[in-house]
């Protein structure tokens, strides 16, 4: 294509940090009489021109970034405050089915002590000083009591500037129920004097409880990575039985049979054994 240029000119577009981001060019269908007016308007519009460019750069960049930013908080889904070193509220990211003392923006302006019962509050506080101080992130577990029921919930303090931290508070109640009840059920099944084995589906044996070592006279030790029956196999219960059994595991259902096993010092016992999974 023919586009009758006489003349041509071209400046490079620099960032601040010199990396080049292209040319500007001016062409004119007559000759330059004198380069050099030219050659002087085109250097300051360059710098105009790679100076906007990067301001236009760095703006979308903070927009993406940003972006980026509240798309991350808002698949967090604990409570949010930034909080300033004096324990004031300054602002939020609420929760979704998170209950509070008081609505989340009511706490805006305040101060923990303004919210919190006393001793969490100190605490609160104490926490703030402690990531401040050494730079690093702080947990503070504590209890409110919110309709009657005590709730349980865990926060994490992390430092965002000289005198700003940054709170996730996680409603945690739930969790400490389940490792409650955890706790009662290990209880439960260490102190029965039924004896109970946790196997895997290939009959490992994962778990005996002190009931079992003693119906059997092994220990846990050795018992732990055996298959059941190669431990206990007496002879003395049809093939079939077995078949059954294992064939109900399979299938993920119960079983109950009658079982005459062999115990460590040969002798044998009979058991009525329950079979579930899990």
């Known amino acids: 294509v023919d586009l009758s240029i006489e003349s041509y000119m071209g400046h490079p577009l620099f960032d601040s940090a ?9 062409m004119d269908s007559k000759p330059l009489l004198s380069s050099e007016p030219a050659q002087s308007i085109l250097r300051i519009c360059a710098a105009r021109a790679a100076a906007e460019l990067e301001r236009v750069r760095s703006e979308r960049t903070l ?22 070193g ?28 303004d919210i919190l019962p006393p001793e969490v509050a100190q605490e609160s506080l104490r926490v703030i000083r402690r990531a401040l101080e050494t730079g690093a992130v702080q947990t503070h577990r504590y209890q409110l009591v919110l309709d009657s029921e005590p709730r349980d919930y865990e926060a994490r303090i992390a430092p965002a500037g000289p005198d700003e931290v940054i709170a996730s ?3 945690v109640t739930e969790r400490h129920r389940a ?43 050795d018992l ?6 190669r431990v206990l196999k007496s002879g003395r219960t049809d093939r079939a039985t077995y078949e059954r059994l294992w064939n ?24 009525d054994i329950i079979i579930s999974p899990l």
């Not at 732990?224 to 029956?229: D, I, L, Q, S």
């Not at 109950?256 to 460590?264: Q, T």
């Open 63 to 84: 927009r993406d970034s940003e972006s980026r930013n509240r798309a991350l908080l808002e698949a967090i889904p604990d409570l949010i405050f930034r909080i300033r």
């Open 169 to 171: 508070i996680r409603d």
């Open 224 to 229: 732990v990575g055996k298959t059941t029956p």
């Open 18 to 26: 010199g990396k080049t981001l292209g040319i500007l060019v001016i």
């Open 86 to 113: 004096d324990g004031t509220y300054l602002d939020f990211k609420p929760a979704h089915d998170f209950p509070t003392l008081v609505p989340p923006e009511a706490f805006l302006g305040k101060n923990t002590v």
């Open 179 to 221: 490792a409650q009840q955890m706790r009662l059920l290990s209880s439960a099944v260490e102190n029965t004097a039924d004896s109970v084995v946790i196997t895997d589906a290939a009959g490992v044996i994962q778990y005996v409880n002190p009931a079992y070592e003693i119906d059997t006279g092994y220990e846990a030790g």
């Open 248 to 271: 109900a595991v399979a299938r993920g259902e119960s079983f109950k049979s009658e079982l005459v096993n062999r115990r460590k010092d040969g002798s044998f016992y009979e058991v």
